[in-house]
């Protein structure tokens, strides 16, 4: 075992606070990285919040990691020392079921293991990225692509796959018409995507105060939902939406702006129940569906895409003394557009 510096929360209630956690000793197919960068994702305050259920404490959050190897099982084949890599929201699942042999380990019938907060196969508690270091089993690593500087890399590991997955899966591409619910951390991630692929992209905010970066992040137009005509105009136009947004909405009103046989996804997760009146999906062949991450080949088929298409996250790097304020300013949606921790400032947070 090795002790390494963490930020980690203590309750549902009280600010992080930095300790030292323990890692495990690199097995035969492990691989310890030395962590650079750990993005900040609105998952990791739900979690540690309780928000979604009771968390066990202390919790080391962060599953958009980004670092370099620095050691290497001896049966490890696919990553060496120096590599920089990446670890995203699993380290592990059964490999055996039927999705883990599809490459969609996040739907293991077993249940995968989450980076952060689950039950490792030693029967220990995972602790996630906001630490300098971690060891995990080499197929749940990824190989960051040259082109993708780290900090920018890092919120791809959740952000970027779980737009990425559903985008992919109901086939926006050329001719498709993309709506984006919401221009946060997922959803510029989402614009970002789905241009790239080709599809016809709006975004759909409250109000039109994010409406540069929209438009120059990819999206073809950019209406306001406060504004009642909104849903008016645009009423049966889009083939496939995607939620982003962690709020209650108007349900009808969202799926009424899908064509026929169009599709609304959610991937922001709500605590609250979604409350859907099955006319708004039987007068139009409506789907009302949700997507979680992607496996860890399609992770790495983002990875790639985003390499080739230069995109990346839009980030603000802080260092570890400004996580709670950060956490803050998340829940106020004051961030263009995710928070990346940088992880050598966490060694002078422990010792002071």
Same mark, same amino acid.
């Given at each position: 075992?090795?002790?390494?510096? %963490?930020? /980690?929360? !203590?309750?549902?209630?009280?600010?992080?606070?930095?300790?030292?956690?323990?890692?495990?000793?690199?097995?035969?197919?492990?691989?310890? $990285?030395?962590?650079?960068?750990?993005? $900040?994702?609105?998952?990791?305050?739900?979690?540690?919040?309780?928000?979604?259920?009771?968390?066990?404490?202390?919790?080391?959050?962060?599953?958009?990691?980004?670092?370099?190897?620095?050691?290497?099982?001896?049966?490890?084949?696919?990553?060496?020392?120096?590599?920089?890599?990446?670890?995203?929201?699993?380290?592990?699942?059964?490999?055996?079921?039927?999705?883990?042999?599809?490459?969609?380990?996040?739907?293991?019938?077993?249940? *995968? $293991?989450?980076?952060?907060? /689950?039950?490792?196969?030693?029967?220990?508690? !995972?602790?996630?990225?906001?630490?300098?270091?971690?060891?995990? !089993?080499?197929?749940?690593?990824?190989?960051?692509?040259?082109?993708?500087?780290?900090?920018? %890399?890092?919120?791809?590991?959740?952000?970027?796959?779980?737009?990425?997955?559903?985008?992919?899966?109901?086939?926006?591409?050329?001719?498709?018409?993309?709506?984006?619910?919401?221009?946060?951390?997922?959803?510029?991630?989402?614009?970002?995507?789905?241009?790239?692929?080709? %599809?016809?992209?709006?975004?759909?905010?409250?109000?039109?105060?994010?409406?540069?970066?929209?438009?120059?992040?990819?999206?073809?137009?950019?209406?306001?939902?406060?504004?009642?005509?909104? #849903?008016?105009?645009?009423?049966?136009?889009?083939?496939?939406?995607? &939620?982003?947004?962690?709020?209650?909405?108007?349900?009808?009103?969202?799926? *009424?702006?899908?064509?026929?046989?169009? !599709?609304?996804?959610?991937?922001?997760?709500?605590?609250?129940?979604?409350?859907?009146?099955? #006319?708004?999906?039987?007068?139009?062949?409506?789907? #009302?569906?949700?997507?979680?991450?992607?496996?860890?080949?399609?992770?790495?088929?983002?990875?790639?895409?985003?390499?080739?298409?230069?995109?990346?996250?839009?980030?603000?790097?802080?260092?570890?003394?400004?996580? &709670?304020?950060?956490?803050?300013?998340?829940?106020?949606?004051?961030?263009?557009?995710?928070?990346? $921790?940088?992880?050598?400032?966490?060694?002078?947070?422990?010792?002071?």
């Amino acid at each position: 075992m090795q002790n390494v510096p %963490a930020y /980690a929360a !203590t309750s549902a209630t009280d600010p992080l606070v930095p300790i030292t956690i323990e890692r495990r000793e690199v097995g035969p197919k492990d691989v310890l $990285i030395h962590i650079t960068h750990a993005g $900040i994702c609105h998952s990791d305050i739900h979690t540690a919040r309780s928000e979604w259920g009771p968390a066990q404490y202390p919790l080391v959050t962060g599953h958009e990691i980004v670092g370099t190897v620095t050691e290497v099982g001896s049966e490890v084949t696919t990553h060496a020392v120096g590599d920089r890599v990446g670890v995203g929201c699993m380290v592990n699942s059964c490999g055996e079921c039927q999705y883990c042999k599809a490459g969609e380990e996040q739907f293991c019938e077993k249940g *995968n $293991i989450g980076t952060y907060g /689950a039950t490792d196969v030693d029967g220990t508690m !995972t602790q996630g990225g906001y630490s300098t270091h971690v060891v995990v !089993t080499e197929d749940f690593v990824l190989k960051i692509p040259d082109a993708i500087d780290s900090d920018k %890399a890092a919120p791809l590991l959740c952000a970027g796959i779980t737009t990425y997955s559903p985008l992919k899966h109901w086939g926006a591409g050329p001719g498709k018409k993309v709506a984006v619910i919401g221009l946060g951390g997922l959803g510029h991630m989402a614009v970002q995507l789905a241009h790239a692929m080709g %599809a016809e992209v709006t975004v759909l905010s409250q109000s039109l105060k994010k409406q540069e970066d929209g438009l120059r992040l990819g999206a073809d137009d950019y209406r306001a939902t406060e504004d009642p005509a909104t #849903f008016e105009e645009l009423a049966g136009k889009f083939d496939l939406i995607i &939620n982003t947004v962690s709020a209650q909405l108007d349900m009808r009103a969202y799926l *009424n702006l899908l064509a026929v046989d169009g !599709t609304m996804v959610n991937v922001g997760a709500p605590p609250e129940p979604m409350p859907v009146q099955a #006319f708004s999906l039987i007068m139009g062949r409506r789907s #009302f569906a949700g997507s979680l991450i992607g496996g860890i080949a399609e992770t790495q088929e983002m990875l790639d895409f985003c390499a080739e298409q230069g995109i990346g996250a839009e980030v603000e790097v802080i260092s570890a003394d400004k996580i &709670n304020e950060a956490w803050d300013r998340v829940v106020g949606s004051d961030v263009r557009y995710r928070f990346v $921790i940088d992880t050598a400032t966490l060694e002078d947070a422990v010792k002071s």
